[in-house]
């Protein structure tokens, strides 16, 4: 594919519709193609977006110094991330230009699973946007129930049972980050995000008008996503990939802000609870050799080498590498 297919996913929600069968059987080319797609039929109106773009906006327009008394810790993987704190985890090119506030799957901090692993707990929710965490969850949740529909989709396509894939993310270890993007002057080098592959599941996020998402085709080109208004752009992660026996394809993506203005994000990363261990499900494709992977030790791996002092070692999985 050198473009991105746009489906409308409404007929999933019917059993009996007479196009299920046709729009289970796109969104299965599109994500063996190019791991990419533009849905519609979500059932989210555009009220809901605009109205998490809105508080989105209202984050990051806080004071720096209000923002930074809500830092990422080495212990707590949640809330502001410094513009330019993280660079590719290769330590190679310049930092990614953006700032960032991270969220986890929003989980009382008595709830025994917190004990099991400490990415689960509550979240830090600025005080000065009153709305932010009835905002963000409510469309959270509404985000959980599409990625549910595909996820069935996905399997049934594959043969497998129907829920094979939607049992996995039962109390998951889906997460969101909030982004924002200051534009780049057309000469100045480095990414918004640099190139990287999505190391969860399955990845749904809002488009924003101005722009700068790019996908790599197969023969190394990049291409924009068409989106249309209230749609959604969705993408295959290396979980799904690995689970697929290599089937459904991750690939690589990149961010640059060259529109002169702000742009604002707010992916969500739908991963499967922390005990979960995704393996080929499949006869591997040919030449797709990768080792199983412990959801808890892969998203605690995933934030530990962020930090410019930690690298990988043998025991890292490796999801989301480019492989040349």
């Given amino acids: 594919m050198q473009s991105i297919p746009t489906i409308d996913i409404s007929p999933l929600r019917d059993a009996e519709h007479p196009d299920r069968a046709d ?19 979500t059932g989210v109106t555009q009220q809901t977006v605009d109205e998490m773009r809105a508080c989105v906006r209202a984050m990051f327009a806080l004071p720096e110094a209000r923002k930074w008394d809500q830092a990422i810790t080495r212990d707590n993987y949640r809330g502001f991330i410094p513009f330019g704190f993280f660079s590719p985890n290769d330590g190679s090119g310049t930092a990614d230009k953006y700032e960032g506030y991270k969220l986890h799957q929003e989980v009382a901090a ?22 932010a965490r009835d905002t963000v969850l409510a469309y959270w949740s509404q985000l959980d129930e599409v990625a549910l529909l ?10 497998l049972p129907p829920k094979t894939f ?20 057309p000469d100045e080098p480095g990414f918004g995000i640099h190139p990287h592959k999505d190391t969860d599941a399955l990845t749904i996020i809002a488009p924003d008008p101005v722009g700068g998402l790019e996908v790599q085709t197969r ?4 291409i924009t996503p068409d989106c249309p208004p209230g749609g959604f752009v969705v993408n295959i992660g290396d979980m799904l990939e690995l689970w ?23 992916p969500y990363f739908a991963v499967p609870r922390h005990d979960v261990v995704v393996e080929p499900l499949l006869p591997a494709m040919p030449g797709f050799n990768r080792p199983s992977v412990h959801c808890g030790h892969w998203s605690a791996e995933v934030w530990r080498t962020n ?5 990988a070692d043998q025991d890292t999985p490796e999801l989301g590498t480019i492989h040349s």
């Fill in 23 to 41: 729009v289970i059987a796109q969104i299965h080319e599109a994500c063996t193609d190019i791991g990419f797609l533009s849905i519609v039929g």
């Fill in 110 to 131: 008595t709830d025994p699973i917190v004990a099991e692993c400490p990415l689960y707990g509550p979240n830090r929710w600025p005080t000065e946007v009153s709305e």
């Fill in 150 to 159: 595909l996820l069935g989709a996905l399997a049934e396509a594959l043969n």
């Fill in 166 to 185: 939607q049992d996995a993310f039962a109390t998951p270890m889906t997460n969101m980050t909030l982004l924002h993007y200051p534009p780049q002057a």
């Fill in 219 to 222: 023969d190394g080109g990049w």
């Fill in 244 to 266: 697929s026996g290599g089937r459904l394809v991750s690939t690589p993506h990149r961010v640059v802000n060259r529109s002169g203005k702000e742009r604002f994000s707010f």
């Fill in 307 to 311: 930090w410019p002092d930690e690298t």
